[in-house]
């Protein structure tokens, strides 16, 4: 566990003086939420419908583009292989940058959902939608900062990553989008096995991203 | 070494024979259900001919699903014992599963057209194959990217483990998805209903197409390990031929090019 909090930190304190992911990805998801308005009308009538797969498809991107290079920059500089080389396995490695990639996508969020909130005119800032977001975002963390280190270990990762991504997070996206309808809706009850869901998906691949994640590594 | 090659042989020889069979039963068993397909199951009476393909359509969603189970034991199995023969399998069943599952999406689409006067309707289970075809897609990817066939093994029975325990965990979600909006279309396929006559036909079917993956799952296993040989033999005889000499030309124009930038 002191391992782990020591590789979080080692890139917290890598983005605090790089400032490389947190700020593009923060910019990226308030201009896709911006965009998406263009796309689909957010306003109007069944806007909670359409509200919620606006935030969720702005969070899965702006997810993708800061997890995708998560683990390619490391590689890149070596830091993988001074990591691989420190006595950790590989299971604590996942989770120090799942933890780290898990925290700026949060960040992310919390600076987002009031944002989004006020543009909309939608109730974003429940604690349910908090919880929904929290519980989403480890969902595509987990599959992502896994698919993020395969990436970075092949030719083309930019394109790899939402290939590998998109479709196993699947279950993600509709629960996260159906149950942050739900409760726009007022509806919070039924949100309520969609969280479960999701709860349960985040354990299952986060377990076997662990147990899988020294044969990523191994060179 | 002449012992070696002729129990080999030998071996070969054997495992024909039970080829020969297997095949021989393969095609024995497809006939008797194309004949009961056409000829001994009753025309539906809502649906007409354009039921048949049922007969076709729902043994190749079964193999589409038992491949990726085939790709899930072979990576566990190449994870563990990271011996070469597992992801030999679970290539086979890779190339096997895609063809199925394409196959099932296209007869599914032409027998939707009559039936629900649409090529595509978002049920869950079209759309858990659909996701299922882009899953064996990606799968495919990971392995030509990752540079080398040992990483690309490792890395793509690490997505063969992953995409086997997220598809049921797909099909709940977009079942749920569907259920909470109202149906387009209803499904009418409900096994329990079928007459016998129906019933042994896809029986039958069945049991002819599970034949049929399994022979070509075999010779497809032959085939990856033929090519992971030859793959070998031709590293050998690389590093067997002696360094050829440097070509004078060659150097000389590099050095020409060099001295004109400065």
Not at chain 1, 62 to 78: F, N, P, Q, Y
Not at chain 1, 106 to 124: C, G, I, K, M, R
Not at chain 1, 180 to 197: C, D, I, K, Q
Not at chain 2, 222 to 232: G, K
Request: charged fraction near 15%; include cysteine; aromatic fraction near 12%.
């Amino acid at each position: 566990m002191q391992r782990v909090r020591m590789l979080v930190w080692k890139d917290l304190v890598v983005e605090a003086r790089g400032r490389e992911f947190l700020g593009a990805m923060l910019v990226f998801a308030l201009i896709t939420i911006v965009t998406l308005n263009f796309a689909f009308d957010l306003t109007g009538a069944g806007k909670e419908a359409s509200g919620s797969g606006g935030l969720w498809i702005a969070y899965l991107f702006a997810g993708m583009l800061g997890l995708g290079r998560s683990i390619a920059v490391e590689r890149d500089r070596g830091t993988l292989e001074g990591l691989t080389l420190c006595p950790v396995d590989g299971g604590s490695i996942f989770l120090g940058k799942l933890i780290s990639n898990l925290l700026f996508v949060l960040v992310v969020q919390l600076v987002t959902l009031p944002v989004f909130a006020a543009l909309y005119d939608l109730p974003a800032l429940r604690p349910m939608v908090f919880a929904i977001a929290f519980i989403g975002a480890l969902g595509f963390s987990g599959l992502g900062t896994l698919f993020s280190a395969l990436a970075a270990g092949s030719r083309s990762r930019e394109i790899l990553m939402p290939l590998l991504l998109f479709p196993l997070a699947i279950p993600v996206v509709i629960g996260c989008v159906r149950a942050t309808t739900l409760v726009f809706e007022g509806n919070l009850s039924e949100a309520w096995p969609w969280f479960n869901l999701l709860t349960a998906f985040d354990a299952i691949f986060v377990a076997i991203s662990y147990v899988v994640f020294d044969h990523v590594l191994e060179e | 070494m002449m012992n070696a090659t002729s129990t080999t042989r030998q071996r070969a020889a054997g495992s024909d024979t039970g080829m020969r069979v297997l095949a021989a039963a393969t095609v024995l068993t497809l006939t008797i259900g194309l004949f009961m397909a056409f000829v001994y199951a009753p025309m539906d009476a809502v649906q007409g001919q354009a039921q048949r393909i049922f007969y076709v359509h729902v043994p190749m969603a079964w193999l589409a699903y038992l491949a990726f189970g085939v790709i899930f034991v072979g990576s566990v199995g190449y994870l563990w014992k990271r011996d070469i023969r597992w992801d030999q399998l679970a290539r086979a069943g890779a190339e096997l599963g895609f063809v199925f599952t394409t196959l099932v999406l296209i007869t599914g689409s032409l027998w939707g057209r009559p039936i629900w006067n649409t090529f595509w309707t978002w049920d869950a289970r079209l759309t858990t194959t659909l996701i299922l075809w882009f899953i064996y897609l990606a799968y495919f990817m990971i392995r030509s990217y990752a540079g080398d066939a040992e990483r690309g093994a490792r890395f793509a029975a690490i997505l063969g483990i992953i995409g086997a325990v997220d598809v049921p965990i797909i099909h709940l979600s977009v079942q749920w998805w569907r259920t909470l909006h109202p149906q387009p279309v209803v499904l009418n396929t409900s096994g329990t209903q079928l007459p016998n006559e129906m019933l042994w036909t896809l029986l039958v079917c069945f049991a002819g197409f599970t034949l049929l993956f399994i022979y070509l799952l075999i010779l497809k296993c032959r085939i990856e390990s033929v090519r992971d040989r030859l793959a070998d033999r031709e590293m050998e005889a690389l590093l067997a031929t002696p360094v050829a000499e440097p070509r004078r030309d060659l150097v000389r124009a590099a050095d020409v090019s060099g001295g004109s930038e400065e």
